[in-house]
């Protein structure tokens, strides 16, 4: 089941858990997406409200950022980061909008991603990929050679 994307809420809609660094916070309704959300050790000592608080900025960030998208997406330019790792959220964060990516298997056939120079787990880019959680993303498969190339796009059937 497809959960429905983040919105404010109140305390009466949520609970409200600790785990180290992290709030977790769970939806009364169970089609609403749930958040771990890494605050930091000060967690320990903040209220509900606070907590729901920071919650709350964060989507409300997300909201504003959907609303005022203007179309344009940012690619990196070759040979520059494309990504760059967050220390707080212990995660790769994209630095634009576009990602190349090179798709292998390791030695036990699980599948691993490379970004520029960077070796990502299927865990670690998909962790990556919560970084936009609430967007959604278009992914065109092309020759390793051809990373760097914008594809022409044709919306039709597949011929096979």
Do not use: C
């Amino acid at each position: 089941m497809r959960m429905k994307r983040p919105r404010r809420a109140s305390l009466d809609e949520v609970k409200i858990s600790r785990n180290g660094d992290y709030a977790d916070i769970e939806f009364a309704d169970p089609t609403a997406g749930n958040m771990n959300l890494k605050i930091g050790p000060e967690v320990a000592w903040m209220n509900d409200q606070e907590i729901l608080d920071v919650y709350n900025s964060i989507v409300f960030a997300m909201e504003e950022s959907a609303r005022n998208w203007d179309n344009t997406v940012v690619e990196i330019p070759p040979g520059q980061p494309q990504i760059k790792y967050f220390d707080k959220g212990e995660q790769w964060t994209p630095r634009g909008s576009v990602l190349r990516v090179f798709i292998s298997e390791d030695d036990n056939g699980l599948p691993e991603f490379y970004i520029d120079d960077q070796v990502l787990t299927l865990e670690e880019f998909g962790r990556m990929l919560t970084t936009h959680a609430g967007w959604g993303m278009r992914i065109a498969f092309v020759p390793e050679d051809r990373l760097e190339e914008n594809p022409k796009l044709e919306v039709r059937q597949p011929s096979n």
